[in-house]
């Protein structure tokens, strides 16, 4: 079987080309970066606050700021990621199923419930989770990225089932099997293999959205960076922020290199 392409593949002079304006584009933000950082320089923001990274003051030393940065700060917010991701894929099977329902009743009321969890903001889910359910900080910033990320999982899944051939449902239906045991059997392990870099991809904002559990008083990885510059000083501020960011980036990537690596093993063909 040919395989066939919507376009045609570049040229020597085309992929030559593309190679010379990268390097002028990478020389272009390389030079940028460096008269950035020596603006930054020159206005003495690499003095010695960044002691506080390597030497911190006050009595304490490396092992005290790092380990309050990832054992308990980063700790804490993949505490709420790991714990809101599965309640939020369960709900969103549950969703998907009711929203791929023949009853339209049943149909209706999920794709109501669907897009209004997606329209709500998930502070304002955390906020609603804190003052009225009356819930702690821990939970209601669980209780907010459930719902939200329930809702955005619950048309992942469905787009899945969406993209599977029609044939399939009706060869489960032909050989007597009910609706839920189309949808388990057959539908559901191939739209989890289909669609589990998207899933994955998901994880990946419910993660960075724990950040906003800071604002309802969730002592994650931000509200232990606030901890840390109100104890070392405000000067101890950015080199704090640089070293949340480093982290922040280094799990997110992580789990994007994670999506990438499961879609192109989903992807090959079976030998």
């Known amino acids: 079987m040919t395989n066939r392409v919507l376009y045609d593949a570049p040229g020597p002079k085309t992929v030559r080309n593309e190679r010379i304006y990268s390097l002028i584009f990478g020389l272009i933000i390389a030079f940028i970066l460096f008269l950035a950082f020596k603006n930054a320089a020159d206005r003495g923001v690499f003095d010695e606050r960044w002691a506080v990274l390597y030497d911190p003051p006050k009595g304490q030393n490396v092992a005290d700021v790092w380990s309050s940065l990832i054992i308990h700060g980063l700790g804490m917010t993949l505490k709420a990621a790991l714990i809101a991701a599965p309640l939020a894929f369960a709900l969103a099977f549950i969703l998907s199923v009711l929203r791929s329902a023949n009853n339209k009743i049943v149909k209706g009321a999920a794709v109501i419930v669907i897009e209004f969890l997606r329209g709500m903001p998930v502070l304002l889910m955390m906020f609603f989770g804190l003052l009225a359910l009356k819930l702690s900080s821990f939970e209601a910033v669980v209780f907010g990225l459930t719902l939200y990320n329930a809702a955005v999982m619950a048309e ?16 489960g239906t032909a050989i007597g099997l009910t609706r839920w045991q189309n949808l388990r059997i057959i539908q559901f392990p191939q739209v989890i293999r289909l669609m589990l870099p998207s899933l994955i991809s998901q994880f990946v904002v419910l993660l960075k959205d724990s950040s906003l559990g800071f604002i309802v008083g969730y002592n994650e990885l931000l509200t232990t960076m606030k901890d840390n510059y109100s104890y070392f000083g405000e000067t101890s501020r950015l080199p704090l922020f640089v070293a949340v960011v480093g982290i922040y980036l280094i799990v997110n990537l992580s789990l ?3 999506a990438q690596f499961v879609e192109g093993r989903l992807s090959r063909p079976k030998s």
């Open 156 to 171: 992942i899944l469905r787009a899945g089932l969406v993209a599977l051939p029609r044939g399939q449902a009706e060869a």
């Open 256 to 258: 994007t290199r994670l």
